[in-house]
């Protein structure tokens, strides 16, 4: 009965932003008649039914077949010419996401609707409205400042970070699947650029001033679909308060910056970049002292500065048709729980510190339009792979610190390789993507495919499948929700 | 009483065939059923508005020597006169939809800048020069080659013909598949030539230019909502061994991401049937081709358009019902180096004073026609040839795509020419302001 009715839920919903795509397609809106107000956005729904059976650490289940999302969205993108010189830009977006109270009774119920863990103003997970973004551009000659919260990517890296370190994401509702722009956690920053004028060099400085607005990594409470700390429930909200207690806070001190310089010589497009900041997952030590909230869990959650330094490049090599792409990053005093404290060993003194390390990481991808024509007589593949590679520096590493990279989560090197295919069929009309990430340290990934119909520019209609894999430790960036393979629907329309 | 009535009947029955059957008279143009600026998105593209420069005059209310195609004389008394591609189209109005060609007399461009193309014509003279590689040294203005001897040098011709310097034009792009559904897209489609430069400075070459740009291109797209903010920037460059580079802003990435444009007949994403070679109805690399003149054959092209962008909605053609010039148009014969480039052949049709294309047929590996490029051009007040509206038609899968301008957007400046851009103006971080790209 009560499946029934979830259905008839879901249908209804999707039936309503069908109904609203189809009488309203191609209607956009300029709110005056020379475009410098406009309006624009969409309404989504993403509907998702479990493909693997997930025990959580309480014990409680979710079975095959039931809602792993259900999430309506309602995103608005306004924008507003000023003048010549100054523009403000503003992206709002709000959700309804509440698959639980649609699944049977016997599955886990998210302890704690109302808040993610940790962040200083988390999202409540069953519906919120958030401004997520805000700011002024404002031009003065060569220069342009963009001041307001904000994304700011850096990079040429795809579904991993690497350069893109500003802003931080947001783990709690779909993990790293949708795109970027929609997991990114905008952040009150300062973005000065300068182009050069005349540069042969296309030569540009930017630099990025965040005084205050440090947020974490969120994660979603226990019980949700995709938490990852695969602790029981009653331990998840001692390490969540604690956690919110050794928050850093939103003081000058607190505050990250950084720069970065583009350029081009020859054909190859280059940068190097340099940005201070705490970093956005935390590290945990043990310690008895007095600010511990829960005197039989005594530790402490820290997220201390890091300097990371790096370069990119980008080239194209005309005889092989393909554009290649790489960027490294070294990471001074990367900060890592022992494996000590993660494991409450009390008798080791390594448990009462975090250890820093300094890391390199480096990404090396391509990506070539080819002809398959036996496939598609009418449209290349999008063909772009990649390799990332990470190594925690120095010696006495393996076996004592936390890195997530290994089986056991504590070697001192980690390697992911990506695929991504795509083309189009139809006119464009019918769009499908595979998308296959797997981490060899870890043996954990995932494969997704998808194939989107787009009868009009305004309405898409998706329908995908998504296979996550992991060691039975948990190890590494998927391995902590593995047992999330799910397949879905989604529709948008936009306006 | 009865008889009254009776020769009443036959009156308006005869008066009914009479308007029905017979041609259109000499001296109008007669609108065309359905005919109109059909264009459904709530912004500044939805009103048809001429270019800042205004049009010339001469190209609204034009004397019709003769009609044909629908509704007027057959398209067989003019078959010869129009490329396979037209007449195919305006033979078979069942699957094309209706099209007709108005016969007017040509008249030339008017103003300052047309003299300074054929004043730069002569006094550059003699001085271009074709290399091994097939590729222009020593050009500075004007028509490089102005009796062509070769197909080379009627490529090169058109490579160098009579355009501005720089422009903004704001366009819609109507999308049209077999089934008669049509999607649109509003983008800006602004550009910037370095080289035979007549009105703004520095001319006639843009220097100091260290990387040897020829044009750079961007077109930053408004609607759909989905595209608002890509904003692509296409640097073609004077060097016969550099591919075109491109540069796109992606607002869903929010990054800046390098593509390639080295599979030349790869189509545009969205269903568009526009590729790389076809721009400005060709666009290939001429040291990769080899061209054939065929000689001079009079042709009816739209050189004096009307100025208002038009269409018929879930039909194909840009321009449907438009003034056409009879041209003695040099054509020429263009083939792959390639012997794996999927089509055997490319007809092109150029003008002998502006050196514009007005056609250019695909033909496949089979010699069948596969598809084609249409342009319609007019002219402004200040006499500029601009193309009012571009088709792009596949007709192997009854398929188009067709651009029609207008003077939307102030915040870019809206339609105009010749304003002096630099290519500071083709930064990103430049164009995303100007643009509302998130």
Not at chain 1, 61 to 69: E, K, L, T
Not at chain 1, 406 to 433: A, H
Not at chain 1, 468 to 486: A, F, H, Q, S
């Amino acid at each position: 009965m009560m499946k029934k009715f979830s259905l008839s839920f879901v249908f209804l919903g999707c039936f309503a932003v069908l109904l609203f795509g189809l009488q309203c397609t191609a209607d956009a809106f300029s709110l005056d008649e020379n475009d410098r107000y406009q309006l624009g956005g969409y309404i989504e729904n993403f509907t998702g039914l479990r493909l693997s059976k997930h025990t959580y650490a309480g014990g409680e289940s979710a079975d095959v077949g039931d809602f792993a999302a259900f999430r309506t969205t309602l995103f608005l993108d306004f924008s507003a010419q000023i003048s010549s010189n100054v523009k403000f830009k503003s992206i709002g977006r709000g959700y309804y996401d509440n698959p639980y109270s649609l699944n049977s009774n016997s599955d886990p119920q998210i302890k704690d609707t109302e808040h993610q863990w940790p962040g200083p103003h988390p999202l409540t997970m069953k519906q919120d409205f958030d401004l997520r973004e805000y700011y002024l551009v404002i031009s003065p000659g060569d220069f342009q400042f963009r001041i307001g919260r904000q994304q700011i990517v850096w990079g040429e890296t795809d579904a991993l970070r690497m350069a893109d370190i500003i802003n931080p994401l947001d783990l709690s509702w779909d993990w790293s699947f949708p795109t970027w722009e929609d997991i990114r956690i905008p952040l009150q920053m300062i973005d000065m650029v300068y182009n050069v004028p005349g540069s042969a060099h296309n030569l540009k400085f930017e630099a990025v001033w965040n005084p205050a607005d440090f947020r974490p990594t969120q994660i979603a409470p226990y019980g949700a679909i995709w938490d990852p700390v695969g602790l029981p429930g009653f331990l998840v909200d001692m390490l969540k308060d604690q956690q919110q207690h050794d928050l850093p806070t939103r003081s000058l001190k607190n505050g990250a910056g950084g720069g970065r310089i583009k350029g081009q010589i020859g054909n190859w497009a280059l940068s190097v970049f340099g940005y201070y900041a705490r970093v956005q997952d935390y590290v945990l030590k043990l310690d008895v002292g007095p600010n511990t909230i829960n005197p039989g869990l005594p530790m402490h959650f820290y997220w201390p500065h890091v300097l990371n330094v790096g370069a990119t490049f980008n080239v194209e090599s005309i005889a092989l048709k393909t554009i290649f792409r790489g960027e490294c990053a070294y990471t001074f005093d990367q900060p890592f729980t022992t494996s000590a404290a993660n494991n409450f060993n009390f008798a080791d003194p390594a448990a009462f510190d975090y250890d820093e390390k300094d890391t390199f990481a480096f990404m090396l991808g391509f990506d070539r339009n080819t002809w398959i024509r036996f496939l598609n007589d009418n449209k290349t593949f999008y063909i772009s792979g990649q390799w990332f590679q990470k190594f925690v520096l120095g010696s006495d590493v393996s076996g004592k610190l936390r890195t997530g990279f290994g089986d056991d989560g504590d070697n001192r090197s980690q390697t992911i390789f990506s695929l991504l295919i795509n083309t189009e069929y139809m006119d464009g009309q019918i769009k499908p993507e595979v998308l296959a990430v797997h981490s060899v340290t870890e043996e954990c990934g995932f494969f997704d495919f998808h194939v989107a119909w787009e009868p009009t520019y305004t309405l898409r209609f998706t329908v995908g499948v998504r296979d996550i894999w992991g060691n039975n430790n948990l190890t590494g960036i998927w391995g902590p929700v593995k047992d999330n393979d799910m397949g879905y629907l989604k529709m948008r329309w936009s306006f | 009483m009865k008889k009254g009535f009776y020769a009443l009947m036959c009156l308006m029955i005869t008066a009914v065939l009479s308007f029905w059957g017979q041609p259109v008279r000499a001296g109008e143009r007669v609108p065309l059923p359905g005919v109109g600026w059909n264009y459904p998105y709530r912004d500044s593209y939805r009103t048809w508005k001429p270019p800042k420069e205004g049009y010339d005059e001469r190209m609204m209310n034009q004397d019709v020597i003769a009609s044909y195609g629908y509704g007027a004389k057959s398209v067989d008394e003019i078959k010869d006169l129009l490329p396979e591609s037209l007449y195919t189209m305006m033979k078979n109005p069942s699957v094309w939809g209706k099209i007709r060609v108005n016969v007017t007399e040509r008249k030339m461009p008017k103003g300052v800048l047309f003299k300074r193309y054929k004043e730069a014509t002569a006094k550059y003279r003699g001085q271009a020069k074709i290399d091994a590689k097939q590729w222009i040294r020593n050009y500075k203005a004007g028509c490089p080659f102005p009796d062509p001897k070769s197909g080379i040098e009627v490529e090169w011709n058109y490579r160098r013909r009579f355009k501005p310097d720089d422009r903004i034009f704001p366009v819609i792009t109507v999308i049209t598949n077999k089934r008669g559904q049509v999607r649109y897209q509003t983008s800006d489609g602004n550009l910037l030539f370095m080289t035979g430069r007549l009105a703004a400075d520095p001319k006639p070459t843009f220097l100091p230019n260290p990387n040897k740009i020829e044009r750079i291109d961007v077109y930053a797209n408004a609607h759909p909502y989905e595209l608002q903010g890509t904003i692509s920037v296409i640097t073609q460059f004077n060097d016969p061994g550099k591919t075109d580079e491109l540069w796109m802003y992606l607002p869903s990435m929010r990054r800046v991401r390098h593509l390639s444009t080295t599979q030349r007949i790869d189509k545009l994403p969205g269903g568009q049937d526009l590729f790389w070679d076809c721009f400005d109805t060709f666009n290939g690399n001429p040291s990769l081709f080899n061209f054939k003149l065929l000689g001079r054959k009079e042709m009816l092209v739209v050189m004096n358009g009307y100025p208002k962008g038009e269409f018929i909605l879930h039909e194909y053609m840009m321009g449907p019902n438009d003034y056409y010039q009879k041209v003695n148009c040099y054509v020429n014969e263009i083939h792959s180096k390639d012997p794996n480039y999927p089509f055997s052949k490319i007809i092109q049709y150029l003008d002998p004073d502006t050196w514009v294309s007005y056609y250019t047929d695909w033909y496949d590996r089979k010699g069948k026609l596969q598809r084609s490029s249409i342009f319609n051009y007019t002219l402004t007040k200040n006499g500029i040839v601009m193309a009012n509206v571009m088709n792009h038609i596949d007709f192997q899968r009854v398929h188009s795509t067709g651009y029609a301008y207008t003077n939307a957007r102030s915040g870019s400046g809206g339609n105009t020419y010749n304003v002096g851009l630099t290519p500071d103006y083709f930064i990103l971080d430049h164009l995303r302001k100007v643009y509302p790209a998130r």
